[in-house]
């Protein structure tokens, strides 16, 4: 356990669904993060939040909408996905390293979403 | 552009030492991170490194020259258990992790 819980862990869903990934962190950190891993690829940062404030958006499709409500909490809404965004979806959390400095601002990952869109 | 290289697979034997390297050219930085990834499992932080050197944690050592933009994760002892992806990240100047693809690490007995 990472202290990191997302949901669901497993989804399919077809071109034309709505859904969203759930992300929760209770580790006291104050930034978030939304990741996809594709096969072979790196990790590419989707999405940044930090103390509730979106402060990165890596050239997203808006097909991708993220949601910060509060510190602990954070959801990726979906829509209108096509078949090349299956992925793993992972979020993170962290202490802000812009305010923390260098030490103990590792990234905690969640186990991921395994997202299949057909 | 920013980029992060480590060779895509590796196999070692169990009880063996590997060393795998990373090397990286990025805007700035703060800072180097070594994961390792089971495969279906979240990343798991391994090691940290900011300063020249040698950083060891039991079985796991992680080295870093900034002047040469280069990274190795030694790993001793090895453990079938050790078979995992390495994902090597450095922090930029803007405070974002950088990632490289991974490397696969195959333990045979």
């Known amino acids: 356990e990472t202290g990191v819980t997302q949901t669901p862990r497993h989804l399919v869903m077809g071109m034309t669904n709505k859904k969203s990934l759930k992300c929760e962190q209770h580790?006291?950190?104050?930034?978030m993060y939304w990741y996809k891993q594709s096969a072979k690829k790196p990790l590419e940062l989707m999405f940044v939040?930090?103390?509730?404030?979106?402060?990165e958006n890596n050239s997203v499709p808006s097909r991708f909408s993220p949601e910060c409500p509060n510190s602990s909490h954070l959801f990726l809404h979906l829509h209108t996905l096509q078949p090349e965004d299956s992925a793993l979806y992972l979020c993170?959390?962290?202490?802000?390293?812009?305010?923390?400095?260098?030490?103990?601002?590792?990234?905690?990952f969640g186990q991921g979403t395994r997202l299949t869109v057909v | 552009g920013q980029n992060i290289d480590q060779p895509t697979e590796m196999t070692a034997t169990e009880g063996a030492i590997v060393q795998i390297n990373c090397t990286y050219q990025?805007?700035?930085?703060?800072?180097l991170f070594w994961y390792q990834q089971h495969a279906g499992e979240a990343p798991t932080f391994l090691s940290y490194?900011?300063l020249d050197g040698l950083e060891e944690k039991g079985r796991f050592s992680s080295f870093l020259s900034r002047s040469k933009g280069y990274s190795y994760l030694l790993l001793k002892e090895l453990q079938m258990k050790d078979s995992a992806s390495y994902l090597c990240?450095?922090?930029?100047?803007?405070?974002?992790?950088?990632w490289g693809a991974g490397t696969k690490l195959i333990i045979k007995p």
């Open positions: 993170a959390s962290s202490l802000d390293p812009a305010l923390q400095g260098d030490e103990n601002t590792e990234a905690f």
């Open positions: 580790l006291g950190h104050n930034a």
């Open positions: 939040y930090n103390f509730k404030e979106q402060t």
């Open positions: 990025t805007s700035g930085f703060n800072g």
């Open positions: 490194n900011v």
């Open positions: 990240a450095v922090r930029d100047s803007n405070y974002q992790l950088i």
